[in-house]
């Protein structure tokens, strides 16, 4: 099961919060864990390659002036949580969410939760799926699309010849997303999709823009916006493949730093 939580919040405080907050949200989420079930949180910490979540920062506000954005009582925002895998979805929806409680600190503001969804139908980050029925539904497509338009909600940045690279190089996106899957999908797919990607798959258009994610001392260079990839070369089964994995990114995201923030995905209908 694949599970992506909407988190509503309104300002209690004024104050201000961190720009790029998807470290905080990070902190968040393993604090409750640990408090809510300490074996969870020990377990994910113990996960140093892939991990089973994606996390996204604060979002709603207004634009961030010199790394901060200033809050007044009233202001609304809202946080995602999303899993990758049965057992982890299962004590989200049974355990982490019922426990968080009903005031939480981000930054210098005291925020109350004022709503929790889980239906895509109440709002366009949250859902559900079973992922051994995704599947099975975009792998046995009797004719797989042919592109994928693709927006990135938060700056995405992936792995370049001297770094970060603030663009989706199809082999690059599409093995972030392949990792991920590898890891915890029900199925495994072949490992070459990633090369076969940067081989056979162009960008046939694109409206990004960078963005700089500021932690402290540290600051990296993403991309957010929209893109086209388009996959007329290759073979159905392929382009089968490639369909399961821009799906699966609405929960897994793309590139680095998806557990703080980074590289929110989803498909453009």
Known sequence: MLCAAVIHLEALTAGGVAGASGRDVHGLWF?????????????????????????????????PRQGQIQVTPGARAWFRVATLTAELSTRLQETWLPRLPETLAFGAVQW???NIVTDGAAHPWAGTADAQALAEQRLLAADPPRQWRLRFDTPAAFHGVSGHLPF?????????????????GPVL????LGELAQQK???????????????????TIGCVGQFTLNAGALKPGERAAIDLLAAYAFWAGSGHRTT????????VD
């Not at 300490?38 to 996960?47: G, N």
């Not at 797919?189 to 070459?192: F, R, T, V, W």
């Not at 703080?260 to 498909?267: F, L, Y």
């Open 112 to 114: 109350r939760v004022t």
């Open 168 to 184: 989706p190089l199809p082999g690059a996106v599409v093995g972030s997303w392949l990792r991920r899957w590898q890891a915890f």
């Open 31 to 63: 604090h409750y864990w640990q408090a809510a079930d300490s074996r969870v949180a020990d377990q994910l910490h113990a996960q140093q390659q892939a991990r089973p979540f994606s996390l996204s920062p604060l979002l709603g506000l207004a634009e």
């Open 189 to 192: 797919l072949p490992d070459a």
């Open 201 to 219: 798959i162009v960008i046939s258009s694109y409206r990004l823009k960078t963005v700089p994610v500021r932690d402290g001392k540290r600051m």
């Open 260 to 267: 703080q923030g980074m590289g929110m995905t989803r498909v």
